[in-house]
């Protein structure tokens, strides 16, 4: 079989998001694909970490960049034979009549347009839209999100494969972190929630100040859109000192971070997946996490579940995972999370990714 795959996604200095889930689906079919011929598509020479060139496995590198899908991509496949193009991405290649796979992470800009701008709506919604229609098969990352792709673009439910993302474990270097502190991973957008977060961890702080007198909130995330409102909420609510926004922090120092945070907060409005809340489990750090969307089916029984539209809610979670941390119930959530994280590995995401392209 040739397979053709676009790296546009994965081929980028600062893998976040759909970028490094392409990344890692890619290096896992690697060697899953001893029987096919692979091209992987890039705009760009592959980056370091891209698996190297054998007999069955070659980098195509075609321009533009700009409008890649419109132009670079299918000018690029037409001078190949290709049974199936997967695009580990929202849109496929156009102007081609090989047939086509993609993925979905999440509907998000359906869900909550007013949290997106304008032009990366727009394009969400009129590229994603026509991918759907065009493509054979849609690989998504959790069960909630495949019923939400059926339900907005009403695609039958056996063209819609669930491949969770994995585990990566980092390379951990001790790094010194704060004391006290409660911590969040996610890029700085209002997908995250992060203003009710605050709004909730100064509630927190007021309620508890002679318990938790240094405790600090911890964001570690890039600048995603419309971060204003964020960056400006900490002294909105009176607790600029007890909150630090971390723009950058290397992948071999996140593990200190998990590891002595006393918990882990993610209440977002909605997530596809929510790697973050994963990384959080396996390093036995509690998790609090909205009550919404994927993040009951990530956490499972490890999860202290909030109402991410309730500050107070948001709060309550909050000291429920501060206060039975090194109890029995907070002992017992910490374990459940590490057996929950033994249920998503990238091997398996690759695996369901090539059974799903195989039985075009």
């Not at 429920?320 to 929950?340: C, D, F, S, Y």
Request: one cysteine or more; hydrophobic letters at 40%.
């Amino acid at each position: 079989m040739n397979i053709g795959i676009d790296g546009y996604e994965a081929n980028v200095a600062s893998r976040v998001g759909i970028g490094q889930y392409a990344f890692e689906i890619l290096n896992h079919l690697y060697p899953l694909t001893q029987k096919h011929n692979v091209t992987v598509f890039l705009p760009d020479a592959p980056r370091t970490g891209f698996p190297p060139e054998r007999a069955n496995w070659h980098y195509r590198v075609a321009g533009p960049s700009k409008l890649w899908t419109f132009i670079g991509l299918p000018l690029a496949m037409a001078r190949e034979h290709l049974d199936v193009m997967y695009s580990p991405t929202h849109y496929i290649p156009r102007f081609t009549k090989v047939t086509r796979v993609m993925a979905i992470m999440d509907i998000s800009y359906l869900k909550y347009p007013e949290l997106f701008r304008t032009k990366d709506l727009y394009q969400l919604r009129e590229w994603t839209a026509y991918s759907v229609r065009h493509a054979t098969k849609i690989i998504t990352i959790s069960q909630s999100s495949k019923n939400d792709i059926i339900k907005a673009y009403r695609v039958p439910e056996r063209c819609v494969v669930v491949a969770y993302p994995g585990l990566r474990m980092k390379h951990d270097v001790m790094t010194k972190t704060p004391k006290n502190y409660i911590l969040s991973v996610g890029t700085i957008q209002p997908r995250k929630n992060y203003v009710r977060l605050i709004e909730a961890f100064s509630i927190f702080i007021k309620q508890n100040r002679q318990k938790f007198s240094d405790l600090k909130l911890i964001i570690i995330g890039k600048k995603g859109w419309l971060y204003e409102p964020i960056f400006a909420a900490p002294k909105k609510f009176g607790i600029e000192d007890r909150v630090k926004f971390m723009d950058f922090v290397p992948d071999a120092a996140l593990p200190s971070y998990y590891k002595h945070a006393l918990c882990f907060a993610l209440p977002s409005l909605y997530e596809g997946f929510g790697l973050p809340v994963l990384e959080a489990m396996s390093y036995k750090c509690p998790v609090v996490v909205s009550n919404v969307s994927s993040l009951p089916e990530i956490a499972g029984k490890a999860g202290i579940y909030v109402d991410p539209t309730n500050v107070q809610d948001i709060a309550r979670g909050l000291l429920t995972a501060v206060r039975q941390r090194n109890l029995i119930q907070g002992k017992n959530r910490i374990n459940a999370g590490v057996t929950e994280t033994r249920k998503f590995t990238w091997e398996k995401a690759a695996k369901e990714t090539l059974t799903a392209l195989e039985t075009i």
